[in-house]
């Protein structure tokens, strides 16, 4: 490489079509993409693409062949032709024009979509390596050719020029190749996609179409899946699961909270529902069985049956022991429900109250014996009047005979008779 290149940054756009000749100076075609080998923090360069005019013919010439970069030109060197080989790529390799570039990209750190409108590269000691992604409106300018009479007009209308926004490709993890061309390339700013909350990962899912979905989707671990799941629409939900298998499908649901995954079942055929019921484990089958016996629109069919409880006649100190093990989303442990000996309700604590008192305390001296509580068969829209009547976090479910069989939270009694509240 001559000195005055030895570093240098250049766009991707402005590579492209630059005329390619060989060492005496026969123009041999125009490049058309660059392949990248992945697996190092910033991807170098190992071949330049070129379709060559004459014959017409595609043709991957090495990149320590090129001589030098001036202008338009790229030179390469004496020996370069005999090096060349055929468009193909290898294991580990990535076409930056056809993989990447106008390519969706899940930005994980603002929890949206965007598009890789140019890359940014790096020339330097004989090394072209990729270094940033540019996801701004400066990237479409400078691809049509634009930019300079763009930054003219800002600069002498406003005094201002529109910024770059480009984004370092050590943020950039590429799925898989796919020899299809449509894997989506995902942008780890800051956060894994599992520490994104669900309710912005259930948007970019949604936002995706559904091949890109699957391959989200199917990156993310059992738990993460299980949350999305939870808050995505329910067309999403169904597209989701036919990408699984039944036993995947399986576990995924089985990480759902219980409400949840028995809307689910309830919304798939007969056949299917049964498949995957009879892949979870005992108790779990067991339990969303026994959800989904309850007819739809009622408290029963909404309710979850996990919540805590402790007996009567334990005492405080037992009653935080419970507490404190439970792993349960928090809008279920809002209150500790207090049973006899035939599960029966009889009253209710709330942690203040147990933190206020000593540990030897009986929980039956202090509890509110005055119950709010609905029947399983009470209608969605008794449950949300209730809750508008009293204002409480979560109301017990009880059947005819007193026995406690879950609790329904605030939100999922507002989404009940309101589905608009959870979209």
């Given amino acids: ?7 240098m940054f250049v766009f991707l756009s402005e590579i492209l079509n630059r005329r390619v000749i060989n060492a005496e100076g026969k123009v041999i075609g125009k490049v058309v993409d660059l392949r990248a080998k992945l697996g190092e923090l910033f991807p170098a360069v190992v071949y330049v693409c070129v379709r060559q005019k004459e014959p017409q013919k595609r043709l991957a010439f090495p990149w320590h062949t090129v001589e030098s970069i001036n202008g338009n030109v790229i030179r390469l060197k004496q020996d370069a032709e005999e090096q060349c080989v055929d468009l193909g790529i290898k294991e580990g390799e990535i076409l930056l024009r056809d993989e990447i570039l106008d390519k969706q990209v899940v930005d994980t750190y603002g929890a949206k979509i965007e ?32 930019l300079r009479y763009v930054d003219a007009l800002t600069n002498w209308f406003f005094a201002y020029q529109i910024p770059d926004r480009l984004l370092s490709w050590k943020y950039i993890q590429p799925l898989s190749h796919d020899p299809h061309k449509k894997a989506l390339k995902l942008n780890l700013t800051h956060r894994k996609l599992s520490e994104i909350h669900p309710s912005d990962l259930a948007d970019i899912l949604e936002e995706l179409d559904k091949h ?3 391959y989200v989707f199917h990156a993310l671990d059992v738990e993460t899946q ?4 939870e808050e995505v629409n329910p067309e ?67 309710m979850t049956p996990d919540f805590l409880a402790c007996l009567q006649t334990d005492t405080v100190g037992k009653a935080m022991e419970i507490f404190k093990q439970s792993t349960d989303p928090l809008d279920t442990i809002s209150y500790i429900y207090v049973k006899d000996n035939q599960e029966k309700l009889v009253g209710v604590v709330t942690l203040r109250e147990l933190i206020l008192n000593q540990p030897e305390t009986p929980v039956d001296s202090f509890m509110n014996r005055r119950l709010i509580k609905l029947k399983v068969d009470d209608s969605v829209k008794e449950v949300a009047e209730t809750f508008k009547k009293y204002n409480f976090l979560a109301l017990p479910v009880v059947d005819e005979e007193d026995r406690m069989k879950g609790i329904i939270t605030m939100r999922d009694g507002i989404e009940a008779i309101f589905p608009e509240f959870k979209e």
């Fill in 1 to 7: 490489m001559e000195k005055d290149i030895l570093k």
């Fill in 115 to 146: 598009r890789a409108n140019d890359l940014h590269l790096l020339l330097a000691q004989s090394e072209l390596r990729l270094v940033h992604v540019d996801f701004g409106i400066r990237g479409i300018f400078r691809r049509l050719r634009w």
């Fill in 212 to 214: 890109k979905r699957s």
């Fill in 226 to 229: 299980a949350d999305a799941l």
């Fill in 236 to 302: 999403t939900k169904l597209s989701l699961l036919e990408g699984l298998s039944d036993e995947h499908a399986s576990d995924v649901i089985e990480e759902m909270e219980p409400d949840q995954a028995a809307d689910l079942l309830s919304d798939l055929p007969e056949e299917k529902k049964n498949e995957l019921i009879e892949g979870m484990e005992r108790d779990k089958r067991v339990e969303l069985e026994e959800l989904l016996k309850f007819e739809e629109g009622t408290a029963g069919s909404i």
